[in-house]
C-alpha cells in the first residue's frame, strides 16, 4: 500500500501532523499500524455492545440469531426461578452467532468463497448500510481521536488497506487479518473467518440480551449522557495510556529551538573571527 502510492493515493503517505502538540508526527507505516488496532478496538466494542459494524469496502461484522418456539410441555417447573429468568438463560432456544458478511467489492474477487449468503436479510433491509439487526456505519472520527490524527487521513488510510486487500485477493495472494476478537484468513481466493471462543460464549450470556435491547434506556437517559461522559466509558479513550504533559513537552521544544539558534550564533561567529584573523591587514 505505502510502496504503490500510485494505485493508493492519498493524505496516508505523508506523516500527518497530530491534533496535539505533545505527539509529534509519525512515520506512514507506525501510522497505519496505529489506525488499525484503533479500528479493530472499535469493531470490538461496537460487537460487545450488540451493535453490528459494518466496514466500508471490507465487510460487515453481524449477529444471526435464529429464535425458536418454548417448549412449554417440556420446561422444568421450579419455584425459584422465574419465566423472565428461565428465558434469560436461553431456555427457549435463542441462540446468537457472529458472523461476518463480505462487502460486495470483496466478495466480487472471492471466487471460491461458497458461505455468500450467512444472513437471512430480511426484505425490509434494502440499505447497503445495513446488513443485519442494528446495524451502525464503522465511524472515522472515534478512532481519528483516539490516535490524535484527522478523520480525513484516518479514512484515506481505511480505504487504501481494504482496497490493498481486494488487490491482493484478485491477484491470488494469502492475507492474514488479526482483528483481535477474530482472524480472516484469505487463500486462493476463499475466505475463513475464525472467531475468538471466550468473546463467542459471552454471545449467549444472560446479560447480553440486554445490551441488544434498546427500549430499556429511557430516552431521558439517553439523551442526558452527553459525549464526553461516552467517551471516558470507552475504551478508545485508554487505547494511549502513556500520554506526554503538553506543557511539558512545549517548553522542551522551545528550549530544543533557542539551542539550534545558539548553535547557529555561535557557527557564524567563529566564521567571521576565523576570516579576521586570516585577514594580514587587520589589526585585531
Not at 61 to 69: H, P
Not at 186 to 191: F, M, P, R, T, V
Not at 207 to 234: G, H, L, N, P, V
Not at 246 to 251: A, E, I, L, N, P
Amino acid at each position: 500500500m505505502l510502496k504503490n502510492p500510485g494505485l493508493y493515493p492519498g493524505k496516508h503517505l505523508l506523516p500527518a501532523p497530530r491534533n496535539t502538540p505533545a505527539l509529534k508526527p509519525l512515520e506512514p507505516l507506525a501510522q497505519a499500524m496505529i489506525i488499525w488496532r484503533a479500528m479493530t478496538q472499535y469493531v470490538q466494542e461496537k460487537l460487545e455492545n450488540g451493535k453490528n459494524v459494518n466496514v466500508r469496502g471490507f465487510g460487515a461484522f453481524a449477529f444471526d440469531i435464529s429464535t425458536g418456539l418454548p417448549k412449554i410441555a417440556t420446561r422444568a417447573k421450579s419455584m425459584e426461578k422465574t419465566l423472565e429468568h428461565q428465558r434469560l438463560e436461553r431456555k427457549h432456544v435463542h441462540k446468537i452467532r457472529l458472523v461476518f458478511v463480505p462487502d460486495a467489492k470483496l466478495k466480487a474477487v472471492l471466487s471460491n468463497y461458497h458461505e455468500k449468503d450467512q444472513l437471512n436479510k430480511p426484505k425490509s433491509q434494502a440499505s447497503i448500510y445495513q446488513k443485519s439487526f442494528a446495524s451502525i456505519f464503522c465511524n472515522p472520527a472515534p478512532i481519528a481521536a483516539a490516535c490524535f490524527l484527522g478523520k480525513d487521513v484516518v479514512d484515506s488510510t481505511l480505504n487504501a488497506i481494504f482496497s490493498a486487500v481486494a488487490d491482493l485477493t484478485g491477484y491470488g495472494y494469502s492475507i492474514d487479518l488479526r482483528f483481535g476478537f477474530a482472524n480472516i484468513s484469505i487463500a486462493n481466493k476463499d475466505l475463513r473467518v475464525r472467531f475468538r471462543p471466550d468473546f463467542c460464549q459471552t454471545l449467549n450470556g444472560t446479560d447480553f440480551e440486554t445490551k441488544m435491547r434498546q427500549s430499556d434506556m429511557r430516552t431521558s437517559e439517553f439523551w442526558s449522557q452527553s459525549y464526553s461522559q461516552k467517551w471516558a466509558q470507552s475504551s478508545l479513550s485508554k487505547l494511549m495510556q502513556r500520554r506526554p504533559h503538553s506543557s511539558v513537552v512545549r517548553v522542551l521544544a522551545e528550549k530544543t529551538e533557542a539551542l539550534k539558534l545558539m548553535s547557529l550564533d555561535l557557527a557564524s561567529n567563529g566564521i567571521l573571527l576565523k576570516k579576521i584573523n586570516t585577514n594580514p591587514y587587520s589589526n585585531y
